[in-house]
C-alpha cells in the first residue's frame, strides 16, 4: 500500500513564529487531507489539496503531485495551533494516514 | 445538518463481550469508512463502503465486521472483544466526487478489560 511519511515529528514553536510541516508520499493518489487533531481528539479537516495551493488565514497548503509532497504553512502561530497535524491520502478508496507531526506552540 | 454521528463516545468491555459502534450521516456520503487510532500509530483503515450493500476490508480488520444497509448508516460490529481492540475510533465520510474530501466523527474511545 501506500506510505505517507510526515516530517518533522516534533515541532516546538514561539507563539508567533512560522513553520512548514511536510507530506511525502510514495504513489499517485486521489485525494490529500491536512487535518488537525485538538487536544479534545477532534479531528479538523483543514484543507482537501489533491494538487496546487491553497490559503485559508494563517494556513496554507501546497500539494505538488508529480513530485509525491505536500506543505503545510503556518504562519504567526498561535498556542492554540496546538495539536497533532495529520496527512492523509487516498488512492483506490483508501485513506492512508501519516503518522502526523506534533506542534507545540508556546506562549 | 449534523455532519458524522458516532454513538458511543466512550465504553468499556469485558474480554469476550461483544458490542456494535454507530456511524450515521445525514449529508448523502456514498463513501463511508472506520478507522482506528492508537498512540504513535495514526490512523489505520479497519473497514469502508463505497456505498449500500458494498463493503471492504483495510489495513486492519480482523476482529471487526461491517455491513451498509443504508447510505446513511455504517455500524462497526466487534464480535468477541479482546483488550488489543483498546483504542479510540472514528467513522468518515465523502461524497463520491471529492469536492470536500473526508469529514470525520468525534469518535468513540473503547477500553477492553
Known amino acids: 500500500g501506500i506510505q505517507v511519511e510526515q516530517s518533522p515529528p516534533d515541532l516546538i514553536l514561539q507563539e508567533g513564529a512560522n513553520s512548514t510541516l511536510r507530506c511525502n508520499f510514495s504513489?499517485?493518489?486521489?485525494?490529500l487531507q491536512w487535518f488537525h487533531q485538538n487536544p479534545w481528539g477532534q479531528l479538523i479537516n483543514l484543507f482537501y489539496?489533491?494538487?496546487g495551493t491553497k490559503q485559508n488565514g494563517r494556513l496554507s497548503a501546497t500539494t505538488v503531485a508529480t513530485e509525491r509532497y505536500s506543505l503545510l504553512y503556518i504562519s504567526s502561530s498561535q498556542t492554540t495551533d496546538s495539536g497533532v497535524y495529520f496527512c492523509?491520502?487516498?488512492?483506490?478508496?483508501?485513506?492512508?494516514f501519516g503518522k502526523g507531526i506534533t506542534l507545540s506552540v508556546r506562549p | 445538518n449534523a455532519g458524522v454521528t458516532q454513538t458511543p463516545k466512550f465504553q468499556v468491555l469485558k474480554t469476550g463481550q461483544s458490542m456494535t459502534l454507530q456511524c450515521a450521516q445525514d449529508?448523502?456520503?456514498?463513501?463511508m469508512s472506520w478507522y482506528r487510532q492508537d498512540p504513535g500509530m495514526g490512523l489505520r483503515l479497519i473497514h469502508y463502503?463505497?456505498?449500500?450493500?458494498?463493503?471492504d476490508q483495510g489495513e486492519v480488520p480482523n476482529g471487526y465486521n461491517v455491513s451498509r444497509s443504508t447510505t446513511e448508516d455504517f455500524p462497526l460490529r466487534l464480535l468477541s472483544a479482546a483488550p488489543s481492540q483498546t483504542s479510540v475510533y472514528f467513522c468518515?465520510?465523502?461524497?463520491?466526487?471529492?469536492?470536500?474530501?473526508?469529514?470525520f466523527g468525534s469518535g468513540t474511545r473503547l477500553t477492553v478489560v
Open positions: 468518515a465520510s465523502r461524497m463520491r466526487y471529492r469536492v470536500y474530501g473526508y469529514t
Open positions: 504513489d499517485s493518489v486521489n485525494n
Open positions: 489539496i489533491p494538487s
Open positions: 492523509a491520502v487516498e488512492a483506490n478508496s483508501k485513506l492512508t
Open positions: 449529508m448523502n456520503h456514498e463513501y
Open positions: 463502503s463505497v456505498g449500500a450493500g458494498i463493503t
